[in-house]
């Protein structure tokens, strides 16, 4: 399944809570379907969903550069951490 990107542009943070509302009690079936109802949101003020599908295939199992687990700390989102973390360097 390819992943769809929202954001990052100006008032996402306005926006989300009406895609929220626009899929609450729909069963998602497809990436189609979840990108069809981000792109028919809108709110009173005009701002409009946009989502788009990507399909390029990411390599898995990519080693990492000799000295990165002693320059770099991994941080793991406590919302499915195996798909969400964010590689932060050391502090100084």
Known sequence: MSPI???PSGGCDRLFPHVSQSMQGVILTSLEQVQTLI???T???GLRGFA???DQVYETGRKVEENFN???DIVFDG???QW???AK???S
Do not use: E, S
Request: hydrophobic residues 35%; aromatic residues 4%; charged residues 5%.
């Open 52 to 54: 788009t599908i990507l």
């Open 5 to 7: 990107i929202v954001g």
């Open 79 to 81: 919302v499915l951490p």
């Open 84 to 86: 969400n973390y964010v």
């Open 89 to 91: 360097p050391h502090p």
């Open 70 to 72: 002693q320059t770099m």
């Open 43 to 45: 709110t009173q003020t």
């Open 39 to 41: 792109d028919q949101t």
